[in-house]
């Protein structure tokens, strides 16, 4: 019995503490989803882990540039514990979901923090090159992200932003040096899948690319 009691203390301190602990999880989150810069720097201050997954396994940074809370994002950017190379259960980077939104800036700030550049399988060039974001698309090849980068199915950027992207996307990408030519695993070239997405004029760019290429001379 003495002993139990010689214990007591030490339960209700670290029950105190579980109890706080669960109050800034809670706390964090909604500071994300109302975009609370302030409140997230205080709760880093006193030492949360902003790496802390959510349920779903999603950091909130990641969570912060999904919905475009700049001010929440801002602040686990300059928070230097935070892991700008964190992954979610889809192999998802905090750079690739930036530069599908379009966040140029954010983009630059993660390449100065390390982020990569040119990570395995899909990749933030892909994603850049699906929403069309040519100064995105620009700058990250500027940091040497491989322009055929080829996603687990070897769908490159180009046929991606012929299908999704815009055309201004697909002109940089191919003055840039994209082969136009690559094939991925079913076969298909950017010129099929820009036909696949009806887009006729998608197809005549990359068509006059593949023919500028082409030997010139009688044959």
């Known amino acids: 019995m003495r002993n139990w009691i ?10 105190g503490f579980s109890v706080a602990q669960a109050g800034s999880y809670d706390d964090f989150f909604t500071a994300i ?3 609370d810069g302030k409140t997230i720097t205080s709760l880093l201050s006193r030492g949360f882990d902003p790496n802390t997954p959510n349920p779903e396994k999603l950091d909130g ?3 912060a540039l999904q919905e475009s809370n700049m001010k929440a994002a801002q602040a686990l950017i300059d928070w230097p514990k935070t892991n700008v190379e964190s992954r979610t259960p889809q192999d998802e980077s905090p750079l690739m979901i930036a530069a599908l939104r379009g966040h140029l800036e954010v983009v630059r ?3 100065d ?3 990569d550049v040119n990570k395995p399988g899909w990749t933030p060039l892909h994603y850049a090159a699906t929403s069309g974001h040519v100064p995105i698309i620009a700058l990250l090849l500027e940091h040497h992200a491989y322009i055929d980068a080829e996603s687990p199915n070897k769908t490159t950027p180009l046929m991606m932003a012929v299908h999704y ?3 201004e996307a697909v002109k940089h990408l191919l003055e840039a040096g994209a082969d136009p030519s690559l094939k991925n695993q079913l076969g298909m070239t950017a010129v099929d899948f820009a036909n696949r997405a009806n887009r006729k004029d998608m197809a005549e760019l990359v068509a006059a690319a593949i023919r500028a290429g082409q030997p010139k001379g009688k044959w």
């Open 33 to 35: 989803k109302r975009d």
């Open 165 to 167: 992207g815009s055309a």
């Open 6 to 15: 010689k214990k007591l203390p030490l339960l209700v301190v670290a029950i």
């Open 109 to 111: 700030k993660l390449i």
């Open 113 to 115: 923090r390390g982020a």
């Open 61 to 63: 940074l990641y969570l």
